[in-house]
């Protein structure tokens, strides 16, 4: 393992009287042949911060943070990151993510055993250049197994965001966690519910996009299995998991609605991915109150916004992942008129091409069908129509301005919604784009606006 980490990082190990250990994923990742784009390097030692910090100083690493009652310090040097802990043993209140006491040791297996898996608690001696594997961690990757580092009780009743790293992990790696660890976690899901939502959402990214990590096909997809199979995700997303069970046509879906959303995801661009595994979660509620599935989209809507609220979603990922979710039943039959298709392009152009995205990846999980859409063939004919015939596609590419608009008559409080209407009169009528024309078509829109 020596080969592939940075010659700095060696050079300290050299410098330090002390051994300094890798730990983690990078050590997961070598004895995996899982390599990411870019590495984290965790290092540690058992000695406290000061004392490693003043070694790692001397040799030119820059001190970006130090964190004494945690024993953490983090360092950059020649472009590399790297984060310090002092071995360690912790103490928790259940539930709550930060430890209540930490006590420092010189003790590689109490420094173990404060982690979370055995896959992740596997150290490598830079110096020595050897492995040193206190709880059979190289085992364990070996057998591609997911194993708490004490009883799986404990773990996650210590940290309640282990159980969404427990996903994250599984979806990342493709490894799967022993029966014990899903016990564990169900009889712990609770504990998310103390979890912050910024914390939540943040490790909820990361298992969306959980594939990219290592190129696991459809890792994220195996995340958000491991995340329904512990409770998990009834915690965080109580609306979706209510699909379970419920069938649809079987004509068009083979699947219930939930395992149907998760499939949705699972077949999604990376881009959208939160908008596919939400975008049927109006049904569960229309099929209770109502007994159908009719409206879905709208009602599916406003959860969405709410769920987003909840989990303190970005604003703009909120807003997209709200309209993505409004519109993914538009023109589902394939039986609108191509003017209307192309009035709907124009005016949501700014999420177009992923609405398509979404259309793609729902019409995927219907039957786990990975030919085209029909609707895409559809709509893409029609986008590349409007892009030989010159449509303007936002207002800058209107041949007339505002202000020309406002010379010829039209008020100004209403030049803006009559620009709006221009562009979708030439989404559907291309050769309107003209200057003489586009004035004498607003000055009847401002009429129908009056009226």
């Known amino acids: 393992m020596i080969e592939i980490l940075p010659k700095k990082l060696t050079e300290l190990a050299q410098s330090c009287p002390f051994p300094l250990y890798v730990v983690g994923g990078t050590c997961r990742e070598y004895l995996s042949s899982s390599f990411p784009l870019k590495p984290d390097y965790d290092i540690c030692a058992p000695v406290l911060p000061e004392e490693f910090a003043a070694v790692a100083e001397k040799l030119g690493f820059t001190q970006c943070a130090v964190y ?8 950059k040097a020649d472009g590399e990151e790297y984060e310090f802990t002092s071995f360690r043993s912790d103490k928790y209140v259940r539930g709550v993510h930060t430890p209540a006491k930490i006590y420092f040791t ?22 020595a250049e050897k492995f040193v594997d206190p709880l059979g961690g190289i085992e364990d990757i070996k057998r591609k197994a997911v194993r708490t580092v004490a009883p799986a009780e404990k773990v996650f009743g210590e940290d309640g965001l282990r159980l969404m790293r427990l996903a994250r992990v599984c979806g990342a790696t493709g490894f799967r966690p022993d029966e014990e660890c899903i016990e564990g976690a ?11 939502a910024e914390r939540i959402f943040g490790e909820l990214r990361h298992i969306l996009h959980a594939d990219s990590k290592y190129g696991v096909k459809y890792g994220h997809y195996a995340a958000l299995c491991v995340m329904r199979d512990t409770g998990v995700l009834n915690i965080v997303f109580p609306e979706l998991s209510l699909g379970a069970g419920m069938n649809q046509r079987q004509d068009f879906r083979i699947h219930d609605v939930l395992e149907h959303s998760l499939r949705c995801a699972m077949y999604a661009a990376d881009d959208i991915r939160l908008a596919a595994l939400l975008h049927d979660v109006g049904k569960p509620y229309c099929k209770i109150t109502t007994g159908t599935y009719h409206n879905h989209e709208t009602e599916g809507a406003r959860i969405v916004g709410e769920i987003c609220s909840r989990l303190k979603v970005p604003k703009k990922l909120a807003e997209e992942t709200v309209r993505l979710t409004e519109l993914h039943m538009y023109d589902v039959d394939c039986k609108a008129r191509e003017s209307k298709i192309r009035r709907m392009i124009v005016s949501n152009r700014d999420i177009f ?17 990975l030919s085209e859409a029909p609707v895409i063939t559809k709509w893409r004919e029609i986008y590349n129509d409007m892009v030989a015939e010159g449509v303007p596609f936002n207002l800058r590419e209107l041949k007339v301005r505002g202000d020309e608009l406002i010379a010829a008559g039209i008020p100004k409080d209403k030049c803006g919604k009559v620009l709006d209407r221009l562009l979708l009169e030439c989404a559907a009528l ?15 829109v401002v009429r129908e606006i009056a009226d």
Do not use: H, M, W
């Open 430 to 444: 291309p050769q309107l784009n003209e200057r003489n024309k586009l004035i004498i078509t607003a000055k009847r």
């Open 106 to 127: 010189d003790d590689i297996e109490l420094d173990a055993r404060r982690r979370d898996f055995t896959c992740n608690a596997v150290y490598y001696d830079v110096k």
């Open 68 to 75: 004494k009652n945690t024993g953490t310090v983090k360092l």
């Open 186 to 196: 169900k009889a712990n899901c609770r504990l998310l519910r103390d979890i912050s």
């Open 353 to 369: 091409f992923k609405l398509a995205e979404l259309k793609q990846a729902d019409y995927s999980a219907c039957r786990d069908d």
